[in-house]
């Protein structure tokens, strides 16, 4: 029982550093910021996500109409979802 215990909490403790996002690039912000651009957005705080996804968020971004949106997009830097923030 102690032992499962142990290894619970093991994973546990791994699980979130497994999760935490990374900062993009240079030449990779320059690319999201470019996406978010033909969508008619700006700003936002840019993250590549550390899974070995390749999917890359901006969020809190400025749109055209108005609203804030979370942007995400896969490897190539095409939008896959924009949700409301």
């Given at each position: ?34 996406t978010a651009k033909a969508w008619g ?45």
């Amino acid at each position: 029982m102690r032992k499962s215990l142990i290894a619970i909490s093991i994973l546990t403790l791994s699980a979130g550093v497994a999760f935490a996002d990374d900062k993009p690039s240079a030449d990779e912000a320059g690319k999201i910021a470019a996406t978010a651009k033909a969508w008619g957005c700006t700003g936002g705080t840019g993250e590549k996500e550390s899974e070995g996804t390749g999917v890359y968020e901006l969020n809190d971004v400025k749109c055209a109409d108005g609203a804030n949106y979370d942007i995400k997009m896969d490897k190539a830097f095409k939008v896959i979802s924009i949700t409301a923030d």
